[in-house]
């Protein structure tokens, strides 16, 4: 990933220096000694080279706007994001194996009928057109949530009534985010019960003679939720991006209100931060989901 | 193969999801057809209606500048289509090749080829076409190349796996027997057998690519030179308070397209996977989709 960001950056049109500079009809001169100072004008190689120590040193360089670290600019947004992606995640996430189960319970039922609907459009629904209808109605038209940020700039609360606060600004955003993901576990969550019900040893509780409710709750539902498990890695990169656009709807102050800024503003550094950061995040989250998902099934083997 | 077609309308009618998205493509395909004869006008062009709520004038009102909305969404959706099949048709060739070559070789080189798909398949897809776009400057041409080239990876899965169930049946070992060619081997006789969880592919990266391409758009990267949907609703973004219309027709416009693909690739999977009948979204799709 670092490979990628780097030959990204030297393959992109213009010139690093230039770019710095800006179109200040610099002297020529003074573009050389910038490449020098930047280390342009070593070989490619040695320039990978210098950048990855750079990076392992947790050197991400500084923003062209603000002329900040931007590896503190990001760290200053990751609470927010975070906050952010993981209420979405673990509610929908929650809600979502319910919704699937109660469907798996009666396939084919109303009840069932009404999710898969409920899938169909959570699994349309761009994101950001969910927040900004969200938005127009709920917060702008009836006056029910805040329209904007993270906490009321005006009122600036303080213990309780601050979580209070961030609570109520976080309702319609984690709302417009979630909505995909639950569609997307409940429909996996029903999927794999109905899966695990159709198999052997489901059978033999059931001749056993162990009651319905024991045979579905007990045997099938610990199996049916180890696959459950695997989306949470997998599903980090679609809900990071997801953050993005919500957070640019609500102005979210997190990373993707960061990114939006950077990419207005072609903030070269900090876009190529954030990509680097997002990407560990997410293939960590795939490596340890797959470890978890080694440890909690005892039938994959490395 | 007129027989097969019908065939398969038969069984493929069965499914009300597929017929309801099948409809609302069709009716997609002839609005992007005949946008030059539905608009009402030219969509860049200004007026002085700024703001202008939905009415006979304006069917669905106008925004900051003036323009007709209607026209707008109208001409929005051959941006849609384009990059969406563009891009599901690229990224399945791409597929095809790469899930092919490994699926048949096996061996070193499948290992190699399915590593590289997996890098490709743990990359943020949505934030790396983002910088790239953001690096390289928007077009509607680079945003479909850089979808595509992070697209294809699902597809490589899909047709290793179903290569690897056909390359040991025995048409194929005949055919090897008869002589045949490996790439003839492949193209001839697995592929047309292999066509089925492909084709249903297809349909969800056609959903996915338009709503990439919204989200990429309504992120100040879109291609400036076109009026796509996901522009449109980021110019709304500040006219929320004041104009509800200027960000629920494209929105809407975005949300059935991709419905119509997703129901569609419900559909098919009905008809062309009759015993993995999952209704409403397939399952070893879903499990694997990335951004």
Not at chain 1, 59 to 76: A, H, M, P, T, W
Not at chain 1, 160 to 188: C, E, Q, T
Not at chain 2, 16 to 31: E, P, S
Not at chain 2, 96 to 104: D, N, V
């Amino acid at each position: 990933m670092i490979i990628v960001n780097f030959l990204l950056i030297h393959l992109a049109p213009g010139d690093p220096a230039t770019i710095f500079l800006g179109n200040l009809g610099t002297s020529q001169e003074y573009v050389q000694a910038v490449r020098e100072r930047l280390g342009l004008d070593q070989p490619i190689s040695v320039q990978l080279f210098i950048y990855m120590g750079n990076i392992l040193r947790g050197d991400l360089g500084f923003s062209y706007v603000s002329q900040e670290r931007v590896l503190k600019l990001i760290l200053e947004r990751v609470p927010a994001t975070l906050l952010l992606v993981g209420t979405a995640l673990v509610l929908s996430s929650v809600f979502g194996v319910i919704l699937g189960v109660i469907s798996a319970r009666r396939p084919y039922s109303l009840a069932d009928n009404l999710n898969s609907f409920l899938a169909l459009i959570g699994y349309s629904i761009p994101v950001f057109w969910l927040g900004q209808l969200l938005l127009m109605f709920l917060s702008l038209k009836l006056g029910l949530f805040p329209a904007q940020g993270m906490v009321s700039l005006r009122r600036m609360p303080t213990g309780l009534s601050y979580y209070l606060d961030v609570g109520h600004h976080l309702i319609l955003p984690v709302l417009a985010l979630g909505l995909r993901y639950l569609a997307v576990n409940s429909r996996y969550a029903r999927a794999s019960m109905l899966e695990v019900l159709s198999l052997d040893y489901v059978t033999t509780a059931r001749a056993k003679g162990l009651p319905e409710r024991r045979v579905f709750y007990r045997h099938a539902l610990r199996n049916a939720l180890l696959p459950v498990t695997t989306l949470f890695g997998i599903n980090l990169g679609v809900i990071f991006a997801g953050a993005v656009l919500t957070e640019a709807v609500f102005a979210w102050p997190g990373l993707g209100m960061l990114m939006l800024n950077a990419v207005y503003a072609r903030d070269y550094p900090v876009l190529m931060g954030l990509l680097l950061v997002i990407s560990t995040m997410v293939i960590l989250a795939n490596l340890v989901t797959d470890i978890l998902y080694a440890f909690l099934d005892p039938r994959i083997q490395f | 193969m007129q027989h097969r077609l019908r065939e398969f309308w038969k069984s493929y009618r069965r499914s009300i999801a597929g017929v309801v998205g099948f409809a609302i493509i069709l009716a997609l395909a002839l609005v992007a057809a005949c946008a030059d004869l539905i608009a009402p006008a030219n969509p860049f062009s200004l007026s002085r209606d700024s703001l202008r709520p939905p009415g006979a004038q304006h069917l669905m009102g106008t925004d900051d500048l003036g323009r007709d909305i209607f026209s707008g969404v109208v001409y929005g959706s051959r941006v849609s289509l384009l990059v969406g099949f563009l891009t599901a048709g690229a990224s399945t060739l791409v597929g095809i090749l790469i899930g092919g070559i490994a699926g048949y070789y096996g061996g070193k080189l499948d290992d190699l080829l399915m590593r590289l798909t997996e890098f490709f398949m743990v990359i943020p897809r949505f934030f790396l076409a983002l910088v790239i776009i953001a690096l390289f400057g928007s077009s509607i041409w680079g945003i479909i190349l850089v979808l595509a080239i992070l697209s294809w990876p699902m597809t490589a899965r899909l047709f290793r796996a179903e290569v690897l169930r056909l390359k040991s049946q025995e048409f194929v070992i005949a055919a090897r027997a008869m002589g045949c060619g490996d790439l003839r081997i492949l193209f001839e006789q697995i592929l047309p057998n292999a066509l089925s969880p492909v084709i249903v592919n297809i349909s969800v990266q056609v959903a996915y690519a338009i709503i990439l391409e919204a989200g990429l758009s309504f992120l100040g990267l879109g291609d400036p030179a076109s009026m796509s949907w996901g522009v449109m609703l980021a110019n709304a973004q500040q006219f929320l308070r004041q104009a509800w219309w200027t960000a629920t027709f494209p929105g809407l416009a975005i949300f059935l397209a991709v419905l119509g693909f997703n129901l569609v690739g419900d559909g098919l999977n009905d008809a062309l996977n009759p015993r993995l009948k999952s209704r409403v979204i397939r399952i070893d799709s879903l499990k694997l989709e990335q951004a």
